[in-house]
């Protein structure tokens, strides 16, 4: 009886191991893209930003001059607090948009259709064609769009993208013409994976079109914006080319990033170093942002 439990219990190993060596097997191609294209660079950065180099061939370990090098750069706190500015406007003006266009497509009686097609279309413009087109409409002499407007009010000219407390506000407005359409449609799938039970139960105690969004939809997208919330705050945090092509920076830096200066120390000054160092002080922001989220959101779900 032993000797038959122990053949069976070895049998199920057996098995159990072959269809864990299957799924190895069918993740295996997808783990070595990943590790040579994001660990194998990582780790790569994580080296050169501890050693002088000349391009990317390194001469001799630094430990870490190149991070005190760098925080004591002049632009580095600047790019600092603007990038968490941009955070700033893109929570105010870019992660609640998305959510009301659902709401708007998910509640309307007709043209659905459409207005997924039209809330998606931005999405399909090439990402530097968006900058190009936006930085034409904010262009700040008279033949800007947005002045051209204002112009036929007898509004004069505004410096739109020179101006250094505007800056900011509307590069946030490009990236969220550019992204609000495709998180939108996210959106509206969670809310078409709600129960019609839900709403029909609402809908017989009485309930409006404002109570159902309160106490139907927006408890049940909780989860998905949570998720939502954090991809935005990576993305966001790692800006670039809409400051770089739009206003390269400025005015005098007002719209300078955290990957503009890495983009400044690699392609412009050639100070592979340097740039290492950024990318890794910037990794340890994200890493930083993302265990305080998942801390604070395991608290709350207990």
Same mark, same amino acid.
């Given at each position: ?12 190993? #057996? ?19 990943? @590790? ?8 790569? +950065? ?18 870490? /001059? ?8 002049? /632009? ?20 609640? $948009? ?10 309307? *009686?007709? #043209? ?15 990402? $530097? @064609? =968006? ?18 407007? $204002? ?11 020179? /101006? ?9 407005? =490009? ?6 359409? +495709? ?5 509206? @799938? ?18 409006? *079109? ?14 998905? +914006?949570?998720?939502?919330?954090? *991809? ?7 800006? $670039? ?35 290492? +160092? ?17 801390? *604070? ?6």
């Amino acid at each position: 009886m032993l000797t038959q439990k122990a053949f069976g219990m070895r049998a199920a190993r #057996g098995a159990r191991w072959k269809r864990e060596l299957g799924a190895w097997l069918v993740m295996l191609p997808g783990l070595a893209l990943f @590790a040579f294209f994001i660990w194998e660079p990582l780790a790569e +950065a994580l080296r050169l930003s501890l050693y002088e180099a000349n391009g990317i061939r390194v001469i001799r370990f630094v430990g870490l /001059d190149n991070f005190r090098s760098v925080l004591a750069q002049p /632009d580095f706190w600047p790019a600092v607090g603007n990038t968490f500015r941009y955070l700033l406007w893109s929570l105010v003006i870019g992660f609640l $948009l998305p959510i009301v266009l659902a709401i708007f497509i998910q509640e309307s *009686v007709r #043209g659905k259709s459409l207005y997924r097609t039209a809330v998606y279309l931005p999405n399909i413009v090439p990402a $530097l @064609a =968006t900058v190009f087109l936006w930085r034409y409409i904010f262009k700040s002499d008279s033949y800007g769009a947005v002045n051209m407007l $204002l112009g036929t009010f007898g509004v004069p000219p505004q410096n739109w993208l020179n /101006d250094a407390s505007r800056v900011i506000p509307l590069i946030v407005v =490009t990236m969220t013409w550019k992204g609000a359409g +495709a998180t939108a449609l996210l959106y509206l @799938a969670g809310l078409q994976g709600i129960s019609p039970e839900l709403y029909e139960a609402a809908i017989i105690d009485g309930a409006s *079109v404002r109570q159902r969004i309160v106490h139907v939809a927006l408890p049940q997208m909780y989860n998905l +914006a949570r998720m939502l919330l954090i *991809v935005q705050v990576i993305a966001v945090i790692q800006i $670039l080319y809409e400051p770089l092509v739009m206003t390269n920076g400025g005015p005098n830096n007002a719209s300078v990033s955290l990957m503009q200066l890495v983009f400044r120390y690699a392609f412009e000054k050639f100070d592979y170093s340097r740039a290492s +160092a950024v990318s890794v002080l910037i990794a340890l922001v994200l890493i930083a942002l993302t265990l305080l989220y998942n801390r *604070v959101n395991r608290e709350r779900d207990y």
